[in-house]
């Protein structure tokens, strides 16, 4: 059996894997990337069932994948769900396409450490503000700062350059915060 790694993490993304499982998609500042499968989780007695929701910070205990970048969820322990972020569509919205860019920008087995401390200051500062034009283009300006890309005033260029696409988020959101 693989030994099991132990790391902060907050879930990204989530697609359920079988009848009963998830294949959860994880940013985390030491792994980058992690993909994980959850077997068991969508049962009704799953001790997991309730953690496993979108943009909650954890500590994560998996089992590499021998063959794949596919690994195994052991154990996971809450340390943040950021509730403030659920009852606004904004937020909301700000929180996904944070989200869906930082997976988009990040590799797996890549530390990333800074993308990691963006992600969660911007999840922890939607919990009491509305996302504005202004914080989602600093968001996007220190992601590109911190993963070493650089952008010339032209932000959402090098972020296409760099990952090929923007997020279709982006749009939502700025039809949203004006």
């Not at 920008?105 to 503000?129: I, V």
């Not at 989602?136 to 350059?161: K, P, Q, T, Y």
């Amino acid at each position: 059996m693989p030994a099991a790694e132990t790391t902060e993490a907050i879930l990204l993304r989530r697609a359920r894997f079988g009848e009963s499982s998830y294949v959860l998609v994880w940013l985390s500042p030491d792994h980058g990337k992690i993909r994980t499968a959850a077997r068991g989780t969508a049962r009704r007695d799953s001790k997991l069932r309730g953690r496993l929701d979108l943009f909650y910070h954890a500590e994560v205990q998996f089992a590499a994948g021998r063959k794949s970048d596919l690994h195994a969820l052991r154990e996971l322990r809450l340390l943040e769900t950021w509730e403030g972020l659920r009852g606004n569509y904004a937020r909301l919205l700000a929180a996904s396409y944070f989200a869906e860019l930082s997976d988009l920008l990040s590799e797996p087995a890549h530390a990333a450490p800074g993308l990691f401390d963006l992600l969660r200051r911007a999840f922890a500062h939607l919990c009491d503000h509305d996302p504005s034009r202004r914080s989602v283009e600093f968001f996007e300006s220190e992601a590109c700062r911190v993963l070493g890309f650089g952008h010339d005033g032209n932000v959402l260029g090098a972020i296409e350059a760099h990952a090929g696409r923007i997020p279709a988020n982006r749009r939502r959101l700025a039809g949203v915060i004006g």
